[in-house]
């Protein structure tokens, strides 16, 4: 499972070993006997990347392989046409690539900046998320 923080000091993304269910069970449980307000609800986040690093291939790849539903990917001219069809690896031309995650947002205040969103994934595809959330550009001098 994947779990990104939000917070004042920006987003950290963490793998978790425990299952979803369990994970958000206990924050509930927390939240009620420390008598604090929780909100819940399904949401996703998204992840720009440029097409050209080999891991949105890999993750691409992955996502054919059909054993995950929670995770899209999709090219700035496909978020402009109406049809919402998948990303093929052929679409990666010179375009970035938006990775959209399904999960769970949760957080004190439906209005929160700040809080938790839970994503459960394949562990091949949360290992291509993570090497997509740690890229970082080669640049020049």
């Known amino acids: 499972m994947l779990k990104f923080n939000y917070g004042k000091q920006g987003t950290i993304l963490e793998s978790v070993a425990d299952p979803i269910e369990d994970v958000i069970n206990r924050r509930v449980v927390l939240a ?7 909100h819940m609800e399904p949401s996703f986040v998204s992840l ?36 919402p ?9 010179s375009h970035d690539i938006e990775v959209i995650m399904r999960g769970v ?24 998320i993570e090497e997509l959330w740690t890229y970082q550009p080669v640049t020049s001098s």
């Open 32 to 38: 009620m006997r420390s008598a604090q307000p929780i």
């Open 85 to 93: 069809e998948s990303v093929v690896p052929s679409d990666f031309i």
């Open 105 to 128: 947002w949760l957080t004190h205040h439906p209005d929160a900046e700040e809080g938790i969103f839970f994503t459960s994934l394949t562990t091949e595809i949360e290992e291509q």
């Open 48 to 83: 720009i990347v440029p097409s050209e690093i080999p891991e949105v291939r890999a993750l691409a790849f992955e996502l054919t392989q059909g054993h995950c539903d929670a995770v899209s990917l999709s090219t700035q001219e496909s978020l402009s046409d109406s049809s």
